[in-house]
């Protein structure tokens, strides 16, 4: 897979987005991961002199086809289940009209990379509202799910 000059603009769109959506500066982001705001702010105003190093980009197109974390491949580790604990915590915090609200809402373009949505996931919290909260069937809890972590608050 060639990577295109637009791609690379792409990332650089998504990147600043992202970063914006969780109310961070350059700097801040810089400190919270450890990459250089120099680093940062080259990569969000994408030059053709910019391009990511191909160690890079061979690492997420080899995780996309094993569909495995570019991390696993790294240091093999899999911190997705940190993201998975708090999704866990939060959706079983919701009350019968937040999840109400969440399932009613339309799904938008979020990439949910993080999300394992697994049969044990779905039926853990499948359990846990009809034990705490709400009433329902299984597909509607998964529905549930997906369109909270879309609309999720940050």
């Known amino acids: 897979m060639r990577v295109t000059k637009k ?17 961070y500066t350059q ?3 810089a400190e919270i991961s450890g990459v250089n705001i120099k680093t940062i702010k080259r990569l969000e105003n994408f030059e053709k002199k910019d391009n990511p190093s191909p160690l890079a980009l061979n690492l ?12 696993y491949l790294l240091l093999g580790e899999d911190n997705m289940n940190i993201y998975m604990k708090k999704l866990e915590s939060e959706l079983k915090a919701l009350t019968i009209d937040e999840i109400r609200h969440y399932h009613r809402q339309n799904l938008t373009d979020k990439v949910l990379s993080h999300l394992k949505l697994t049969d044990t996931f779905i039926k853990e919290i499948w359990q846990y509202w009809n034990e705490h909260t709400i009433v329902c069937r299984r597909p509607y809890v998964q529905d549930a799910i997906i369109r909270y ?6």
Do not use: G
Request: a positive charge.
């Open 7 to 23: 791609d690379l603009h792409d990332f650089s769109i998504r990147l600043k987005k992202a970063r914006e959506d969780f109310k």
């Open 27 to 29: 700097k801040q982001l």
């Open 60 to 71: 997420l197109f080899l995780s996309q086809a094993l569909d495995v974390t570019p991390e």
């Open 149 to 154: 972590c879309h609309n999720r608050p940050r």
